[in-house]
């Protein structure tokens, strides 16, 4: 593993994040910019974040206080107990939005409304506050949808957006894509939105509301399906591991394995690929002169390339093809952990586990700036680990807080110390 580069506060450093949402598409968003350096404040109901308690959990951890699934998102982050449900949680949080710049929630629409805390509500305390919201099928205030009430899940999200129909083997049933696209897809889309918003207050001095829907997120990703359609008439199927309008284009069979090898649309990556193969003539031979051609015969060139790529093995296929033609072999989560590229780039972080006497490692986050040191990685909190320094830090005395425990509006660990998608309601 490679040892962690200088830390730095971050190019987000000074901005605050109010952190009500759940799951993955939430926490993944508020994790992204926690990681350039906001800081995150995790707002949890008193018996967590419902991904606390899904592992998976490290041999040896007797506290599983949470497992890989919470760490992962929510690492970066501070963490506090507040109970809606009762009188004073929802003061405690109109008190936070007043000094934070965006808050992120993925309730389905009307429940943050139900407690007081709707955008409206917010940006009347805080004119300044970017409120953003991820729900399944977007919020009315953007667009009302004939299902805006609907839960919505990763698997839901990549089967209505065209995710799933264009997955799987070619004339086979859909494939579930294996990460959270549904969920990871539009928290990505929603820090960008957050930041445009943030970037157009230094000019207005007014936040925004910003609104993604899952659903819409991945039809956005998945925008070849839409063009395809529009133009020719014909709805894509599942494309197995080939593409549609490249060729070839896709993975093929090593002697050990799986590659993938992309020779197209650029003609003169197919000229050197018949080179490397052995088989110059095949590059200039007419049939499969332009892309165009190859897609045409797309069965017989992955074919011959296939059998080709087939009696190698993935090791001795990186050697011919790495750096000439864009290459790679299909990795599997235990040789991403041996790959040089991951450790030059610190891709792969150690990262402190309470419970543990021995770090684990999660995936860092990839955006990179030359010249500077990048924000350093800092364990997920336990439950309500921050909760009495944040609230502290906004104003409360000890008398207010000893007070809002009494009543349940808050919890967690009392301390002063400050520690290292799905939509539903």
């Known amino acids: 593993m490679a040892v962690a580069p200088p830390s730095s506060p971050g190019p987000l450093h000074g901005l605050t994040v109010l952190d009500l949402s759940r799951m993955l598409a939430g926490p993944f968003c508020t994790m992204v910019l926690a990681d350039l350096g906001a800081t995150v404040l995790k707002v949890e109901p008193p018996f967590g974040d419902m991904t606390r308690a899904q592992g998976p959990y490290a041999e ?9 699934y919470f760490q992962s998102v929510n690492r970066n982050k501070q963490g506090l107990v507040v109970d809606l449900t009762k009188p004073g949680g929802a003061g405690v949080i109109r008190r936070l939005a007043a000094t934070a710049d965006i808050l992120v929630e993925n309730y389905r629409p009307g429940v943050m409304e139900r407690h007081g805390l709707g955008y409206e509500r917010l940006a009347a305390i805080n004119p300044r506050l970017v409120y953003t919201a991820i729900r399944g099928f977007g919020d009315p205030r953007t667009g009302v949808s004939p299902i805006q009430d609907w839960p919505s899940y990763d698997i839901v999200a990549q089967a209505m957006g065209g995710l799933l129909g264009i997955t799987g083997p070619a004339d086979g049933p859909p494939v579930k894509a294996g990460p959270g696209l549904g969920d990871t897809l539009p928290a990505l889309f929603a820090a960008v939105g957050a930041l445009a918003a943030v970037r157009e207050r230094e000019i207005t001095g007014l936040g925004r509301f910003v609104d993604v829907g899952m659903y819409d997120a991945v039809v956005a990703a998945c925008e070849r399906i839409v063009y395809q359609y529009s133009y020719q008439g014909v709805a894509p199927g599942p494309e197995g591991n080939a593409h549609p309008l490249f060729c070839p284009f896709g993975l093929f069979p090593a002697s050990d394995g799986f590659v993938a090898l992309a020779a197209a649309p650029a003609d003169h990556h197919w000229v050197l690929l018949c080179e490397v193969m052995g088989r110059p003539e095949l590059g200039t031979d007419a049939r499969y002169a332009h892309n165009t051609d190859r897609v045409a015969r797309q069965a017989e060139v992955l074919g011959l390339v296939g059998e080709w790529t087939g009696r190698r093995t993935r090791a001795e296929l990186a050697g011919l093809l790495g750096g000439k033609v864009p290459f790679g072999p299909v990795n599997t989560a235990e040789s ?43 364990r997920a909190p336990l439950l309500g680990e921050h909760t009495d320094a944040v609230l502290r830090g906004c104003g409360y005395t000890g008398e207010d807080i000893a007070r809002l425990r009494a009543a349940g509006a808050v919890g967690g660990a009392a301390t002063t110390g400050s520690g290292s998608s799905s939509t539903t309601d």
Do not use: C, K, N, W
Not at 60 to 68: E, V
Not at 340 to 351: C, G
């Open 60 to 68: 040896g951890d007797g506290l599983q206080a949470y497992g890989g």
């Open 336 to 378: 991403l952990f041996d790959d040089p590229h991951l450790r030059a780039r610190s891709m792969l972080r150690e990262v402190e586990h309470p419970g543990l006497d021995r770090p684990v490692t999660v995936a860092a986050g990839p955006i990179r700036f030359a010249g500077g040191a990048e924000p350093g990685i800092r």
